[in-house]
């Protein structure tokens, strides 16, 4: 594992923390960006909260959204995507999906999140954006964003395991993403 992640058996508080915003004028946040991209360049992942390699500044990196299972084991693939002081505006419908994280070692747990989430963030150049997510990219952007308020995904579970990277890929093929509402209100418990 790399020495810049920071993880549930020493780092724990560092990772309970409430990222602050990034201040565009004062914040360094280019090279952040860039210590994102490093990092995500060498491993097989989703997304990053900065939070989790010693930054805590409320930025996400997406590196793989998609639902293609082909993407997702190539770790050249890289959407670039970085979202700046990231803010819910609205969410809806119901999914499940196990969930792993760098920062959790090997513990797992099936979490619910919403369908469709509406976001607006700033890109690394200040401008404003208004997106809406759906399917795995919402799960993606709600457990990176609940990083960056000290929340992990073993919170939200109540069935927390531990499985190998291996074994979760298994997992993931037999149970694959479940989408069991589209439009039911979502009522965020944290």
């Given amino acids: 594992m790399?020495?810049?992640?920071?993880?549930?058996d020493k780092d724990l508080?560092?990772?309970?923390?409430?990222?602050?915003?990034?201040?565009?004028?004062?914040?360094?946040y280019i090279e952040w960006v860039e210590?994102?991209?490093e990092y995500c360049s060498r491993m097989v992942?989703?997304?990053?909260?900065?939070?989790?390699i010693g930054i805590p500044k409320r930025m996400i990196y997406f590196k793989n959204t998609t639902e293609d299972v082909s993407k997702n084991a190539n770790s050249n693939y890289d959407e670039n995507q970085v979202l700046i002081n990231p803010r819910i505006v609205s969410m809806q419908?119901?999914?499940r999906y196990l969930e792993r994280c760098g920062s959790c070692l090997?513990?797992?747990?099936?979490?619910d999140r919403p369908y469709m989430v509406e976001v607006e963030y700033?890109?690394?150049?200040?401008?404003?954006?208004?997106?809406?997510?759906k399917g795995l990219k919402a799960t993606i952007f709600f457990h990176e964003y609940d990083h960056l308020n000290g929340i992990l995904h073993i919170d939200r579970s109540d069935n927390v395991t531990k499985k190998t990277y291996e074994e979760?890929?298994?997992?993931?093929?037999?149970?694959?993403y479940k989408i069991l509402s589209k439009s039911d209100e979502y009522i965020d418990k944290f």
Avoid: C, M, W
Wanted: without cysteine.
């Fill in 2 to 8: 790399d020495d810049k992640v920071k993880t549930i």
């Fill in 13 to 28: 508080a560092f990772l309970r923390q409430k990222s602050v915003e990034v201040d565009f004028i004062h914040d360094n």
């Fill in 35 to 37: 210590e994102l991209q």
């Fill in 45 to 52: 992942l989703f997304a990053l909260a900065p939070v989790q």
């Fill in 93 to 95: 419908g119901h999914t």
């Fill in 106 to 111: 090997d513990f797992v747990g099936e979490v």
């Fill in 122 to 133: 700033f890109d690394i150049g200040g401008a404003k954006h208004k997106e809406i997510f």
């Fill in 168 to 176: 979760t890929k298994q997992y993931r093929l037999d149970h694959p």
